[in-house]
C-alpha cells in the first residue's frame, strides 16, 4: 500500500468516525499539519505516527516485507 492509499483509508476512516482532523490530532498526539499532509497524500508518515493515528481510528497496521 503506498501513501495515496494510505491517505484515503485514513480520511474515509476519520470521516465515517464524524472526527475532525483536529480531534484525531488531539486524540493520537500528531500534530495536525501532519495529519493534513498525510490525508493530502505529502509526506511519508513513519510507522510511529502511522500506529498513533491507527489506534484511534481503530485500524490495524500490518507491515510486509518484499524481500
Known sequence: ??????????????DLMGITQHDLAVRSGVHLRSINN???????PSLDTLLKIAE????????????
Open 38 to 44: 498525510i490525508e493530502g497524500g505529502k509526506g511519508n
Open 1 to 14: 500500500m503506498d501513501t495515496s492509499e494510505i491517505s484515503v483509508v485514513i480520511r474515509k476512516k476519520r
Open 56 to 67: 484511534v481510528l481503530k485500524l490495524e497496521v500490518i507491515v510486509r516485507s518484499q524481500l
